[in-house]
C-alpha cells in the first residue's frame, strides 16, 4: 500500500442516500449514483460501486483522485495542517485495508431515508430538506448566476421522497452486515422526526456492539427525544450531533427556523433525561454567514461541557464549498485573518481544554481564514459578490431577520 495519498474513508466510511440512489463515502466530493445493474449483481454495492473502487485503486498506488480536491488543496498550502482525509487515517488507525473489496463492510454508515425538515439552512437545498423544496415550489427559483450546481433553481426532490428500490436493498443488506459495523447514523432531512427513521428504530434488534448516531437540528417538541430514548438501552451508545453554527440570532439566521431557546432546552432535556450510554456532540458547517459566530460557537461547547460532563464528547466542524457564493474564500485575505485572530483571542478556554479531534477540525477552519487555498471551482468574484447580495435580499424574509441587524459592519460594509 503506498500511504503518500491513502484515505480510509474511501472504504470505512459509507454516506448512503435512500432518497437518490446516491453514495459517497466523505462530504467533500459529490455523491454518484449507485447504478442498479451494479445492485442487482452485488448488493454490496450500496457501498463498493465501480467508481468507488476505482478511486481506491488511485489511492493504493498514490495517486490524487480529482474529486478529493478539498484534502489536496489544504494540505498542498500547508504541509502541516490536519486535513480531513489525515484525521479520517487517525480515526481508523486499527483498521487500514490495503486491497479493493467489492464486498468490503464499512464501520461508519450514514444512512438518509428523507428530506423531511423543518429548517431551511442557508447553505442547504431541496434534496436535503423538504422546506426548501416547499419555498422553491411557492416561490419560484433564485435568481443566481453562479449556482451552476442548481442547488437554488429547481426542486430536487419532493417532500419525503425516497426510491423503494434502495430502500429495499438496504434492508436486505443491513442483516448481513450489521455484526460488523461500529456506527450506524441517521441523517436527512431532520431523522429524529421522520416516520421512517421512528420505524426503523422500533424494528431493530438488539445490538450492544452498535453506536447509534443522530445528525439533528434539535429544534421540534421533546416527546421526539422520549422517543429515542425509549430504544437507547438497545445500543452501545447514542448520540445525537446536534448541528449549530453560531449562536443567538445569528444560529437562528443561518439556519432559518431555528429556535435557539428550544434548541438549548432540548440539549437539557436529553443530558439530563438520556441513559448513561446518551451523548452529545455540536457540529457547524462554516459558511460567509456564521463564521463571525465561530468564537462565540467555541466558548458555548465549553459551556455545555463544564455543564454536562462527559456527556458532551466533541465538536466538529467542515467548510462549505457548495454554494459558491457562500464560502469563506470569497472574504478578502485581511478580513479572514481578522477573523481569526479574533475567535482565537476570544476562545482561549476552547484552545486550551478541548480534546484533540475537535481542536483539529477547529484549526482546519482556521486555516481556511488564514491561507491562500483555492476554490474548487474559479468563479468570477463580482458575481458571487452579486449572488450572496441577491440570496440575503430573499433568505432574510426567510429567517425573519433583517440582515444588516444580526452581523457585524464589516461584513456588511463588504457587501456594499
Not at 468563479?379 to 433568505?395: H, V
Request: include cysteine.
Amino acid at each position: 500500500m503506498n500511504k503518500r495519498f491513502y484515505c480510509s474513508a474511501k472504504w470505512q466510511e459509507l454516506f448512503l442516500f435512500l432518497n437518490s440512489g446516491m453514495t459517497n463515502s466523505c462530504h467533500h466530493p459529490l455523491p454518484h449514483k449507485i447504478p442498479l445493474d451494479e445492485l442487482e449483481k452485488n448488493i454490496f454495492a450500496l457501498h463498493n460501486t465501480k467508481h468507488k473502487m476505482k478511486m481506491q485503486e488511485l489511492l493504493l498506488k498514490g495517486e490524487r483522485p480529482k474529486e478529493c480536491h478539498m484534502c489536496w488543496h489544504i494540505e498542498d498550502a500547508d504541509p502541516n495542517a490536519i486535513s480531513d482525509r489525515l484525521q479520517k487515517n487517525k480515526t481508523w488507525s486499527d483498521s487500514l485495508p490495503n486491497k479493493v473489496d467489492p464486498t468490503h463492510i464499512p464501520k461508519f454508515i450514514e444512512v438518509i431515508f428523507d428530506n423531511l425538515c423543518n429548517l431551511n439552512c442557508s447553505y442547504c437545498d431541496s434534496g436535503q430538506s423538504s422546506s426548501w423544496a416547499k419555498e422553491i415550489e411557492k416561490n419560484g427559483a433564485f435568481d443566481l448566476e453562479t449556482d451552476y450546481r442548481n442547488l437554488y433553481q429547481k426542486v430536487h426532490l419532493k417532500p419525503g421522497t425516497n426510491d423503494k428500490k434502495y430502500v429495499d436493498a438496504w434492508f436486505e443488506w443491513w442483516p448481513q452486515i450489521k455484526d460488523k459495523v461500529e456506527t450506524l447514523k441517521f441523517s436527512g432531512g431532520e431523522p429524529i422526526t421522520s416516520p421512517n427513521v421512528q420505524k426503523t428504530l422500533q424494528n431493530m434488534d438488539d445490538a450492544k456492539n452498535l453506536s447509534l448516531n443522530f445528525n439533528s437540528n434539535l429544534t421540534f417538541n421533546k416527546k421526539y427525544l422520549d422517543k429515542i430514548i425509549e430504544v437507547s438501552n438497545k445500543f452501545k451508545s447514542v448520540r445525537i450531533s446536534a448541528s449549530i453554527d453560531a449562536t443567538g440570532q445569528m444560529a437562528e439566521f443561518a439556519r432559518a427556523g431555528l429556535n435557539f431557546d428550544t434548541f438549548n432546552e432540548n440539549i437539557d432535556y436529553w443530558c439530563t433525561k438520556g441513559h448513561d450510554n446518551s451523548k452529545l456532540s455540536l457540529q457547524s458547517t462554516m459558511s460567509i454567514f456564521n463564521i463571525w459566530g465561530f468564537g462565540d460557537l467555541l466558548n458555548y461547547y465549553v459551556d455545555l461541557k463544564e455543564k454536562y460532563g462527559d456527556k458532551v464528547v466533541g465538536i466538529y466542524h467542515t467548510v462549505i464549498r457548495f454554494p459558491e457564493f457562500q464560502s469563506l474564500l470569497n472574504l478578502p485575505l485581511s478580513i479572514r485573518k481578522e477573523i481569526s485572530a479574533k475567535i482565537q483571542k476570544s476562545s482561549k478556554k476552547f484552545f486550551e481544554t478541548a480534546d484533540e479531534k475537535s481542536l483539529n477540525y477547529t484549526k482546519k477552519v482556521l486555516f481556511y481564514l488564514e491561507s491562500n487555498a483555492k476554490p474548487m471551482v474559479e468563479l468570477d468574484e463580482n458575481k458571487l459578490k452579486k449572488d450572496l447580495k441577491a440570496f440575503i435580499q430573499r433568505y432574510e424574509i426567510m429567517a425573519k431577520k433583517p440582515f444588516e441587524s444580526v452581523y457585524p459592519k464589516i461584513f456588511v460594509d463588504y457587501l456594499k
